[in-house]
T-cell receptor, first 112, second 112 residues
């Protein structure tokens, strides 16, 4: 199964700033999902973008997908202290279908 | 609250003990998963069940024994664990196409 690689490993910003996290993967996908994890808790699904979509929005979240570069980005606008968490991407396709795997994630810290 | 409930929330056990982790969902999902999250390592997919049948065993040592009596319940039986098995164990469920995983809050396991 394939896992995504998130970049940067850690990101520290001030409240109100935008946060951008990137994800790269290796093989073709059907969709790519982003998840968030607060410390010591389970992951929460944020958004799914399909391989034929280029951009998707959900509230303050904006996800882009570039299948030619095998990369995705997650933008959180007007960040809040409550956005402090780890963020993971999960590319899905081929042998990874139905069994999501995750990378190390990006640790986002938003300072009040 | 994601609809996936894990018990216990915390567990401390000796290397000779036998214990079980429980996961329950009433979301109508057909697939259930066990993940292991150790410090400074990516989440590791351990087992996948679809319609009560095990479809993935990611080379997990036999001291971890999963059980899925029905689509709503998943157990992880533990025996003769090692200190390196200390981790956060996460259960998740989804429809069988895996388009969105719902995670429980996890069981924080410490093996002494």
């Amino acid at each position: 199964s394939q896992q995504g690689e998130e970049d940067p490993q850690a990101l520290s910003i001030q409240e109100g700033e935008n946060a951008t996290m990137n994800c790269s993967y290796k093989t073709s996908i059907n969709n790519l999902q982003w998840y968030r994890q607060n410390s010591g808790r389970g992951l929460v699904h944020l958004i799914l973008i399909r391989s034929n979509e280029r951009e998707k929005h959900s509230g303050r979240l904006r996800v882009t997908l570039d299948t030619s570069k095998k990369s995705s980005s997650l933008l959180i606008t007007a960040s809040r202290a409550a956005d402090t968490a780890s963020y993971f991407c999960a590319p899905v396709g081929g042998t990874s279908y139905g069994k999501l795997t995750f990378g190390q994630g990006t640790i986002l810290t938003v300072h009040p | 609250e994601t609809g996936v409930t894990q018990t216990p929330r915390h567990l401390v056990m000796g290397m000779t003990n036998k214990k079980s982790l429980k996961c329950e969902q009433h979301l109508g999902h057909n697939a259930m998963y066990w993940y292991k999250q150790s410090a400074k390592k990516p989440l590791e997919l351990m087992f996948v069940y679809n319609f009560k049948e095990q479809t993935e065993n990611n080379s997990v040592p036999s001291r971890f024994s999963p059980e899925c009596p029905n689509s709503s319940h998943l157990f992880l039986h533990l025996h003769t664990l090692q200190p390196e098995d200390s981790a956060l164990y996460l259960c998740a469920s989804s429809h069988n196409d895996g388009t969105e995983l719902f995670f429980g809050s996890g069981t924080q396991l410490s093996v002494l």
